[in-house]
């Protein structure tokens, strides 16, 4: 949970084909960046999972509850202003097209696997 792997992607602004990622890439001993957008997620910030999840309020345990997904179980996280949720293909292509409140976690290497120029989902 402590690498530092994770992308928060969002269509808000943007579109489902040509999404935008949240911050702007920070060095390690950097605090992270929660602000702004890129539409290049290799400028983009990356996360671990704890501090997405304690970003957004969720209470990250001592021991995780399950071995295969430590902390995708975690989510999704809800507030008054977003909803945090893990990236799927289904999730994804099916969010109304003028949603704001949706920001998706999605693992670096996922991101790398799909077109440079669109995102194109599989």
């Known amino acids: 949970m402590d690498k530092r792997i994770y992308l928060l992607m969002t269509a808000k602004h943007a579109s489902k084909t040509h999404p935008l990622f949240w911050g ?3 060095k390690s001993d ?13 400028k983009a ?4 999972m704890d501090e997405i999840l304690s970003k957004f309020g969720a209470i990250i345990p001592a021991e ?8 995708y179980n ?5 507030n008054d202003n ?8 289904t999730a994804w292509n099916n969010q109304p ?12 290497a996922a991101v790398q696997n799909r077109t440079e120029t669109t995102f194109t989902l599989r």
Do not use: A, C, H, K
Request: overall charge negative.
């Open 64 to 71: 995780p509850i399950n071995t295969t997904l430590p902390t």
């Open 30 to 42: 950097e605090p992270r960046s929660f602000g702004g957008y890129t539409p290049d997620y290799q």
């Open 82 to 89: 977003l909803e945090i949720q893990e990236f799927s293909d």
């Open 24 to 26: 702007y890439r920070t």
């Open 74 to 78: 975690m989510l999704p996280i809800e």
């Open 97 to 108: 097209d003028d949603e704001e409140r949706l920001v998706f976690v999605i693992p670096y």
């Open 45 to 48: 910030e990356l996360y671990t």
